[in-house]
Protein backbone atom coordinates (compact mmCIF):
# COMPACT_ATOMS: atom_id res chain seq x y z
CA UNK A 1 0.00 0.00 0.00
CA UNK A 2 1.30 3.23 -0.79
CA UNK A 3 1.82 5.78 1.49
CA UNK A 4 -1.24 7.72 -0.19
CA UNK A 5 -3.89 5.32 0.26
CA UNK A 6 -4.52 4.93 3.63
CA UNK A 7 -5.86 8.66 3.96
CA UNK A 8 -7.28 8.15 0.38
CA UNK A 9 -9.57 5.34 1.93
CA UNK A 10 -11.33 7.82 3.96
CA UNK A 11 -11.23 10.99 2.15
CA UNK A 12 -13.50 11.20 -0.53
CA UNK A 13 -16.31 8.79 0.76
CA UNK A 14 -19.23 10.60 0.96
CA UNK A 15 -21.22 11.26 4.89
CA UNK A 16 -23.94 10.16 6.16
CA UNK A 17 -25.86 12.82 4.39
CA UNK A 18 -25.56 11.15 1.01
CA UNK A 19 -26.90 7.97 1.91
CA UNK A 20 -29.54 6.80 -0.55
CA UNK A 21 -33.24 6.32 0.66
CA UNK A 22 -34.77 9.48 -0.40
CA UNK A 23 -34.84 8.39 -4.24
CA UNK A 24 -32.23 10.96 -4.99
CA UNK A 25 -28.62 10.56 -6.27
CA UNK A 26 -26.21 13.33 -5.09
CA UNK A 27 -22.98 14.31 -6.52
CA UNK A 28 -20.14 13.33 -5.87
CA UNK A 29 -18.29 15.66 -2.33
CA UNK A 30 -16.12 16.31 -5.24
CA UNK A 31 -18.37 18.79 -6.58
CA UNK A 32 -19.06 19.80 -2.80
CA UNK A 33 -15.61 20.37 -2.21
CA UNK A 34 -13.23 20.72 -4.97
CA UNK A 35 -10.40 18.95 -3.34
CA UNK A 36 -12.17 16.36 -2.31
CA UNK A 37 -11.56 17.49 1.23
CA UNK A 38 -14.20 16.51 3.90
CA UNK A 39 -14.90 20.02 6.54
CA UNK A 40 -13.71 18.38 9.32
CA UNK A 41 -10.28 17.19 7.76
CA UNK A 42 -7.35 19.25 8.01
CA UNK A 43 -5.65 20.18 4.60
CA UNK A 44 -2.20 18.95 6.23
CA UNK A 45 -3.12 15.63 5.98
CA UNK A 46 -3.92 15.27 2.47
CA UNK A 47 -1.76 15.05 -0.57
CA UNK A 48 -2.07 18.00 -3.03
CA UNK A 49 -4.18 16.58 -6.11
CA UNK A 50 -2.27 16.17 -9.11
CA UNK A 51 -4.99 16.41 -11.20
CA UNK A 52 -7.95 18.95 -10.72
CA UNK A 53 -11.45 18.92 -12.19
CA UNK A 54 -14.00 21.43 -11.26
CA UNK A 55 -17.50 22.27 -12.94
CA UNK A 56 -16.19 20.86 -16.43
CA UNK A 57 -18.78 21.90 -18.87
CA UNK A 58 -18.34 20.56 -22.75
CA UNK A 59 -20.71 19.85 -26.11
CA UNK A 60 -20.05 18.44 -29.67
CA UNK A 61 -22.41 21.21 -31.06
CA UNK A 62 -25.67 21.40 -29.22
CA UNK A 63 -24.77 18.25 -27.56
CA UNK A 64 -23.46 19.07 -24.09
CA UNK A 65 -21.89 16.15 -22.81
CA UNK A 66 -20.13 17.21 -20.10
CA UNK A 67 -22.01 18.93 -17.50
CA UNK A 68 -20.12 20.35 -14.31
CA UNK A 69 -18.51 17.18 -14.34
CA UNK A 70 -15.65 17.12 -10.90
CA UNK A 71 -12.55 15.30 -10.30
CA UNK A 72 -9.34 14.74 -8.54
CA UNK A 73 -6.87 12.04 -8.52
CA UNK A 74 -3.74 12.12 -6.02
CA UNK A 75 -0.43 10.50 -6.47
CA UNK A 76 -0.36 6.99 -5.13
CA UNK A 77 -3.55 5.94 -6.41
CA UNK A 78 -5.51 4.03 -9.19
CA UNK A 79 -8.78 5.93 -9.61
CA UNK A 80 -11.50 4.04 -11.77
CA UNK A 81 -13.72 6.31 -13.75
CA UNK A 82 -16.73 4.03 -14.25
CA UNK A 83 -19.96 4.68 -16.37
CA UNK A 84 -22.39 3.37 -19.30
CA UNK A 85 -21.80 4.12 -22.69
CA UNK A 86 -22.15 7.56 -23.42
CA UNK A 87 -21.58 9.26 -19.95
CA UNK A 88 -18.88 11.10 -21.01
CA UNK A 89 -15.69 9.48 -19.74
CA UNK A 90 -13.92 9.40 -22.66
CA UNK A 91 -14.74 13.48 -23.18
CA UNK A 92 -13.64 13.78 -19.93
CA UNK A 93 -10.33 12.19 -20.63
CA UNK A 94 -9.84 14.07 -24.07
CA UNK A 95 -10.12 17.63 -21.91
CA UNK A 96 -7.51 16.47 -19.54
CA UNK A 97 -4.76 15.84 -22.17
CA UNK A 98 -5.86 18.82 -23.90
CA UNK A 99 -7.12 17.38 -27.06
CA UNK A 100 -10.22 19.81 -26.57
CA UNK A 101 -10.94 23.13 -24.31
CA UNK A 102 -13.66 22.94 -21.97
CA UNK A 103 -16.36 25.78 -22.56
CA UNK A 104 -16.98 26.43 -19.07
CA UNK A 105 -14.79 25.16 -15.74
CA UNK A 106 -11.40 24.41 -14.43
CA UNK A 107 -8.88 21.69 -15.00
CA UNK A 108 -5.56 21.77 -13.91
CA UNK A 109 -2.52 19.06 -13.85
CA UNK A 110 0.41 20.06 -11.44
CA UNK A 111 -1.55 23.10 -10.89
CA UNK A 112 -1.37 24.00 -14.61
CA UNK A 113 -3.75 24.08 -17.47
CA UNK A 114 -2.20 21.68 -19.57
CA UNK A 115 -3.73 23.37 -22.96
CA UNK A 116 -2.21 26.07 -22.09
CA UNK A 117 1.27 24.94 -20.54
CA UNK A 118 2.98 21.92 -22.97
CA UNK A 119 4.58 21.13 -19.77
CA UNK A 120 1.89 20.16 -17.59
CA UNK A 121 0.77 18.08 -20.89
CA UNK A 122 4.05 16.09 -20.35
CA UNK A 123 3.00 15.46 -16.80
CA UNK A 124 0.45 13.58 -18.21
CA UNK A 125 0.66 9.91 -20.12
CA UNK A 126 -2.29 8.43 -22.09
CA UNK A 127 -2.72 5.29 -23.27
CA UNK A 128 -5.76 4.78 -25.51
CA UNK A 129 -8.21 2.13 -26.04
CA UNK A 130 -7.05 1.60 -29.50
CA UNK A 131 -3.41 0.59 -29.67
CA UNK A 132 -1.15 3.57 -30.73
CA UNK A 133 2.30 1.84 -31.44
CA UNK A 134 3.96 0.61 -34.50
CA UNK A 135 3.06 -2.76 -35.07
CA UNK A 136 7.04 -3.14 -37.91
CA UNK A 137 8.99 -1.73 -34.95
CA UNK A 138 10.47 -3.63 -31.94
CA UNK A 139 9.17 -2.91 -28.41
CA UNK A 140 12.44 -1.25 -27.77
CA UNK A 141 12.29 1.05 -31.61
CA UNK A 142 8.37 1.72 -30.11
CA UNK A 143 9.76 3.29 -26.93
CA UNK A 144 12.59 5.34 -28.00
CA UNK A 145 10.54 6.66 -30.76
CA UNK A 146 7.71 7.89 -28.33
CA UNK A 147 10.32 9.06 -25.78
CA UNK A 148 11.99 10.95 -28.91
CA UNK A 149 8.24 12.52 -29.40
CA UNK A 150 7.85 13.50 -25.70
CA UNK A 151 11.11 15.19 -25.32
CA UNK A 152 13.46 12.78 -23.81
CA UNK A 153 16.75 13.68 -24.21
CA UNK A 154 18.71 11.47 -26.76
CA UNK A 155 21.50 10.61 -24.28
CA UNK A 156 18.98 9.03 -22.13
CA UNK A 157 16.35 7.16 -24.06
CA UNK A 158 18.08 3.99 -24.83
CA UNK A 159 18.84 3.68 -20.73
CA UNK A 160 15.02 4.52 -20.34
CA UNK A 161 13.86 1.97 -23.10
CA UNK A 162 16.05 -0.92 -21.42
CA UNK A 163 14.54 0.10 -17.96
CA UNK A 164 11.13 0.28 -19.39
CA UNK A 165 11.32 -3.09 -21.01
CA UNK A 166 12.24 -4.42 -18.06
CA UNK A 167 9.24 -3.15 -15.75
CA UNK A 168 6.96 -4.08 -18.73
CA UNK A 169 8.03 -7.61 -18.81
CA UNK A 170 9.56 -7.46 -22.57
CA UNK A 171 13.36 -7.90 -22.28
CA UNK A 172 13.56 -10.94 -23.84
CA UNK A 173 11.04 -10.22 -26.62
CA UNK A 174 12.84 -6.59 -27.05
CA UNK A 175 13.99 -7.09 -30.43
CA UNK A 176 10.69 -8.77 -32.21
CA UNK A 177 8.68 -6.72 -34.04
CA UNK A 178 5.49 -5.77 -32.12
CA UNK A 179 3.65 -7.64 -34.80
CA UNK A 180 4.86 -10.70 -33.25
CA UNK A 181 3.54 -10.09 -29.85
CA UNK A 182 0.25 -11.41 -28.00
CA UNK A 183 -2.29 -8.38 -27.44
CA UNK A 184 -1.41 -8.55 -24.02
CA UNK A 185 2.31 -8.15 -24.84
CA UNK A 186 1.28 -5.10 -27.44
CA UNK A 187 -1.05 -3.40 -24.47
CA UNK A 188 2.09 -3.38 -22.04
CA UNK A 189 4.83 -2.08 -25.11
CA UNK A 190 1.52 0.96 -25.43
CA UNK A 191 2.16 1.26 -21.11
CA UNK A 192 5.81 1.51 -21.72
CA UNK A 193 5.25 3.97 -24.68
CA UNK A 194 2.81 6.40 -22.46
CA UNK A 195 5.64 6.28 -19.63
CA UNK A 196 9.12 6.89 -21.37
CA UNK A 197 8.91 10.49 -20.41
CA UNK A 198 8.08 9.92 -16.94
CA UNK A 199 4.60 11.35 -16.53
CA UNK A 200 3.32 11.97 -13.20
CA UNK A 201 -0.53 11.13 -14.07
CA UNK A 202 -1.17 8.10 -16.32
CA UNK A 203 -4.86 7.25 -17.87
CA UNK A 204 -5.46 4.43 -19.41
CA UNK A 205 -8.94 4.28 -21.93
CA UNK A 206 -10.30 0.48 -21.04
CA UNK A 207 -6.71 -0.91 -21.03
CA UNK A 208 -7.48 -4.63 -20.96
CA UNK A 209 -10.16 -4.70 -23.37
CA UNK A 210 -10.11 -8.21 -25.61
CA UNK A 211 -6.93 -9.51 -23.87
CA UNK A 212 -7.33 -12.83 -21.50
CA UNK A 213 -7.18 -13.45 -17.85
CA UNK A 214 -3.72 -13.97 -17.44
CA UNK A 215 -2.50 -10.92 -19.52
CA UNK A 216 -5.11 -8.73 -17.47
CA UNK A 217 -3.60 -9.92 -14.20
CA UNK A 218 0.02 -8.94 -15.64
CA UNK A 219 -1.19 -5.27 -16.05
CA UNK A 220 -3.07 -5.03 -13.37
CA UNK A 221 0.25 -5.93 -11.30
CA UNK A 222 2.01 -3.12 -13.47
CA UNK A 223 -0.29 -1.11 -12.50
CA UNK A 224 -0.27 -1.41 -9.05
CA UNK A 225 3.42 -1.60 -9.00
CA UNK A 226 3.42 1.90 -10.81
CA UNK A 227 1.02 3.35 -8.02
CA UNK A 228 2.83 2.43 -5.51
CA UNK A 229 5.46 4.31 -6.55
CA UNK A 230 3.67 7.24 -6.67
CA UNK A 231 1.87 7.28 -10.08
CA UNK A 232 -1.73 8.74 -10.23
CA UNK A 233 -3.35 6.17 -12.56
CA UNK A 234 -6.75 7.33 -13.73
CA UNK A 235 -8.24 4.42 -15.92
CA UNK A 236 -12.01 3.80 -17.28
CA UNK A 237 -13.15 0.35 -17.75
CA UNK A 238 -16.60 -0.99 -18.26
CA UNK A 239 -15.37 -4.32 -15.89
CA UNK A 240 -16.86 -4.00 -12.55
CA UNK A 241 -14.60 -6.80 -11.51
CA UNK A 242 -11.74 -5.38 -12.43
CA UNK A 243 -12.73 -2.08 -10.94
CA UNK A 244 -13.10 -3.71 -7.91
CA UNK A 245 -10.21 -5.60 -7.75
CA UNK A 246 -8.15 -2.77 -9.03
CA UNK A 247 -9.40 0.59 -7.84
CA UNK A 248 -8.61 2.76 -4.85
CA UNK A 249 -11.15 4.64 -5.33
CA UNK A 250 -14.22 4.79 -8.37
CA UNK A 251 -15.58 7.55 -9.77
CA UNK A 252 -18.82 7.33 -10.76
CA UNK A 253 -20.02 9.35 -14.10
CA UNK A 254 -23.58 9.48 -15.27
CA UNK A 255 -24.63 12.20 -18.10
CA UNK A 256 -21.52 14.48 -17.62
CA UNK A 257 -21.43 14.38 -14.32
CA UNK A 258 -19.55 12.81 -11.46
CA UNK A 259 -22.21 11.65 -8.95
CA UNK A 260 -20.31 10.31 -6.14
CA UNK A 261 -16.34 8.95 -5.78
CA UNK A 262 -14.59 7.18 -3.04
CA UNK A 263 -13.31 3.72 -1.82
CA UNK A 264 -14.94 0.95 -3.72
CA UNK A 265 -16.17 -0.93 -0.62
CA UNK A 266 -16.57 1.96 1.44
CA UNK A 267 -18.84 3.84 -1.15
CA UNK A 268 -21.26 0.46 -1.77
CA UNK A 269 -21.43 0.41 2.57
CA UNK A 270 -22.47 3.64 2.56
CA UNK A 271 -25.20 4.05 -0.45
CA UNK A 272 -26.53 0.40 0.49
CA UNK A 273 -25.15 -0.38 4.51
CA UNK A 274 -26.56 -4.01 5.09
CA UNK A 275 -29.31 -3.96 2.17
CA UNK A 276 -29.00 -7.25 -0.17
CA UNK A 277 -29.44 -7.41 -3.82
CA UNK A 278 -31.93 -9.64 -4.73
CA UNK A 279 -33.46 -11.07 -7.66
CA UNK A 280 -35.76 -13.81 -8.70
CA UNK A 281 -36.47 -15.11 -11.96
CA UNK A 282 -39.76 -17.30 -12.57
CA UNK A 283 -39.43 -19.86 -15.50
CA UNK A 284 -43.43 -18.61 -16.55
CA UNK A 285 -45.05 -15.78 -17.43
CA UNK A 286 -45.52 -13.82 -13.45
CA UNK A 287 -49.11 -12.93 -14.17
CA UNK A 288 -50.69 -16.44 -14.07
CA UNK A 289 -48.54 -16.82 -10.64
CA UNK A 290 -49.21 -13.59 -8.48
CA UNK A 291 -51.41 -12.62 -5.58
CA UNK A 292 -52.26 -9.65 -5.96
CA UNK A 293 -52.12 -8.95 -2.21
CA UNK A 294 -49.08 -10.55 -1.80
CA UNK A 295 -47.46 -8.22 -5.14
CA UNK A 296 -48.77 -5.22 -3.16
CA UNK A 297 -46.84 -6.52 0.21
CA UNK A 298 -43.61 -7.05 -1.82
CA UNK A 299 -44.06 -3.57 -3.47
CA UNK A 300 -44.32 -2.21 -0.04
CA UNK A 301 -41.08 -4.32 1.34
CA UNK A 302 -39.21 -2.15 -1.37
CA UNK A 303 -39.74 -5.24 -4.34
CA UNK A 304 -39.91 -4.12 -7.85
CA UNK A 305 -42.37 -6.70 -9.81
CA UNK A 306 -41.75 -6.61 -13.56
CA UNK A 307 -43.61 -9.15 -14.99
CA UNK A 308 -41.95 -8.55 -18.87
CA UNK A 309 -38.89 -10.11 -17.65
CA UNK A 310 -41.05 -12.44 -14.94
CA UNK A 311 -39.16 -11.03 -11.94
CA UNK A 312 -38.78 -9.49 -8.44
CA UNK A 313 -35.91 -7.67 -7.33
CA UNK A 314 -35.05 -5.86 -4.24
CA UNK A 315 -32.56 -4.20 -2.56
CA UNK A 316 -33.55 -4.58 0.38
CA UNK A 317 -32.96 -5.17 4.57
CA UNK A 318 -33.84 -8.64 4.61
CA UNK A 319 -36.54 -8.94 7.27
CA UNK A 320 -37.20 -12.56 8.45
CA UNK A 321 -40.51 -13.13 6.06
CA UNK A 322 -38.81 -11.63 2.74
CA UNK A 323 -37.56 -14.48 0.35
CA UNK A 324 -40.06 -16.64 1.71
CA UNK A 325 -42.39 -14.18 0.83
CA UNK A 326 -41.16 -13.74 -2.39
CA UNK A 327 -40.90 -17.37 -3.21
CA UNK A 328 -43.81 -17.76 -2.05
CA UNK A 329 -45.76 -15.03 -4.49
CA UNK A 330 -43.42 -16.37 -7.30
CA UNK A 331 -43.35 -19.79 -6.94
CA UNK A 332 -46.82 -20.69 -5.61
CA UNK A 333 -48.25 -23.19 -7.41
CA UNK A 334 -45.17 -24.95 -9.83
CA UNK A 335 -41.93 -23.89 -7.92
CA UNK A 336 -39.77 -23.25 -11.09
CA UNK A 337 -37.10 -20.73 -10.57
CA UNK A 338 -35.14 -19.75 -13.66
CA UNK A 339 -32.63 -18.01 -11.53
CA UNK A 340 -32.37 -17.02 -7.84
CA UNK A 341 -29.22 -14.87 -6.97
CA UNK A 342 -28.38 -13.27 -3.29
CA UNK A 343 -25.69 -11.12 -3.03
CA UNK A 344 -24.05 -8.19 -1.45
CA UNK A 345 -24.40 -5.23 -3.68
CA UNK A 346 -21.02 -4.23 -6.10
CA UNK A 347 -20.42 -1.32 -7.93
CA UNK A 348 -22.56 -2.33 -10.84
CA UNK A 349 -25.35 -1.75 -8.48
CA UNK A 350 -23.90 1.56 -7.29
CA UNK A 351 -23.66 2.51 -11.09
CA UNK A 352 -27.13 0.82 -11.84
CA UNK A 353 -27.89 3.24 -8.98
CA UNK A 354 -26.87 6.56 -10.27
CA UNK A 355 -27.35 5.76 -14.12
CA UNK A 356 -31.24 5.04 -13.13
CA UNK A 357 -31.05 8.39 -11.32
CA UNK A 358 -29.64 9.85 -13.99
CA UNK A 359 -32.30 9.33 -16.54
CA UNK A 360 -35.22 9.71 -14.55
CA UNK A 361 -36.90 12.68 -15.98
N1 LIG B 1 -16.78 13.72 -31.81
C1 LIG B 1 -18.04 13.67 -31.38
N2 LIG B 1 -19.04 14.36 -31.98
C2 LIG B 1 -20.29 14.33 -31.52
N3 LIG B 1 -20.69 13.63 -30.44
C3 LIG B 1 -19.76 12.91 -29.79
C4 LIG B 1 -18.39 12.89 -30.23
N4 LIG B 1 -17.70 12.09 -29.39
C5 LIG B 1 -18.60 11.63 -28.48
N5 LIG B 1 -19.82 12.13 -28.72
C6 LIG B 1 -21.03 11.88 -27.93
O1 LIG B 1 -20.79 12.34 -26.61
C7 LIG B 1 -21.37 11.46 -25.65
C8 LIG B 1 -20.32 11.04 -24.67
O2 LIG B 1 -19.35 10.25 -25.37
P1 LIG B 1 -18.06 9.66 -24.65
O3 LIG B 1 -17.32 8.91 -25.71
O4 LIG B 1 -17.37 10.73 -23.92
O5 LIG B 1 -18.74 8.65 -23.62
P2 LIG B 1 -18.08 7.45 -22.83
O6 LIG B 1 -18.58 7.54 -21.44
O7 LIG B 1 -16.62 7.45 -23.01
O8 LIG B 1 -18.72 6.21 -23.56
P3 LIG B 1 -18.07 4.76 -23.87
O9 LIG B 1 -18.04 4.04 -22.56
O10 LIG B 1 -19.07 4.17 -24.82
O11 LIG B 1 -16.71 4.97 -24.48
C9 LIG B 1 -21.99 10.32 -26.44
O12 LIG B 1 -23.35 10.57 -26.56
C10 LIG B 1 -21.29 10.40 -27.77
O13 LIG B 1 -22.17 9.95 -28.79
Known amino acids: MSRYQAELATKTVPGDDNAPGDGQARPSPERRSPHGRQPSQTAAALPEALLHVEDAHYAYGSRQVLRGASLDAYPGEILVLLGRNGAGKSTLVKAITGRIALSDGHLTVSGQDPRQTPWARREIGLVPQQLAIYDKLTPRENLT ?74 ISDMLRQLRDEGLAILLTTHDMEEAEALADRVAIMVDG ?105
Not at 328 to 347: F, N, S, Y
Open 145 to 218: VFGRLMGVAPDKLNNAADALLERIGLSARAHEPVRALSGGMKRRVNIGAALMHEPKLLILDEPTVGIDTRARED
Open 257 to 361: QVMASGAPAALVREYFGARMEISVTAARPLDAAMEAEECAALRAAGFTVDPRSNAVRGLVELSGDDLPRVFRTLLADKPEAQEIRVRRPGLDTLLNYFADQGSQP
